[in-house]
């Protein structure tokens, strides 16, 4: 597996390839809905299986509420393996790696959908809130502090 920071046009396509596959062609997500003005704020990572093909991508930025966590995608012919975890665990380290570097501290949130939240609470995130829907997808608020004490 590899993980990292995408910093190249090149990479940045792969990771919108994914996307495209993930959420506009199997979850009929409208491309204006997922494409949006936050493209070039974020920080976008990729994640390569061991023969270097990209399986899943991720992107995380600064909001008014904290830290917002995004767009995580695997393949569909590549869940289950572990690989949704290896992504969420190296973009939490990244979010870690620069709170601390720029003295940071608070919550970092995200919109996890519903299927998704047991996920997201293996890694200490809690919902906040009711359920609501978003790109015709029900969704929960979750967060958690970027450091845990």
Not at 27 to 56: C, M, N, T, W
Not at 70 to 80: C, G, H, T, Y
Request: glycine residues 4%; contains cysteine; positive net charge.
């Amino acid at each position: 597996m590899t993980f990292f920071c995408i910093d190249n046009e090149e990479d940045m396509q792969k990771a919108f390839a994914i996307r495209r596959k993930v959420f506009v062609e199997e979850q009929q997500v409208s491309e204006a809905e997922e494409y949006d003005k936050f493209e070039s704020h974020a920080r976008h990572f990729l994640l390569l299986d061991a023969q270097s093909q990209p399986i899943g991508t991720a992107r995380w930025r600064f909001s008014e509420y904290g830290i917002k966590l995004e767009r995580f995608a695997i393949l569909k012919e590549k869940r289950a393996r572990g690989y949704g975890m290896q992504l969420l665990d190296g973009v939490i380290a990244d979010i870690q790696a620069v709170a601390q570097e720029k003295r940071i501290k608070g919550t970092m949130y995200l919109h996890a959908q519903v299927s998704a939240v047991p996920f997201y609470k293996k890694r200490q995130f809690a919902t906040q809130g009711d359920v609501f829907e978003e790109c015709n997808i029900k969704h929960y608020k979750m967060k958690r502090q970027i450091f845990e004490v």
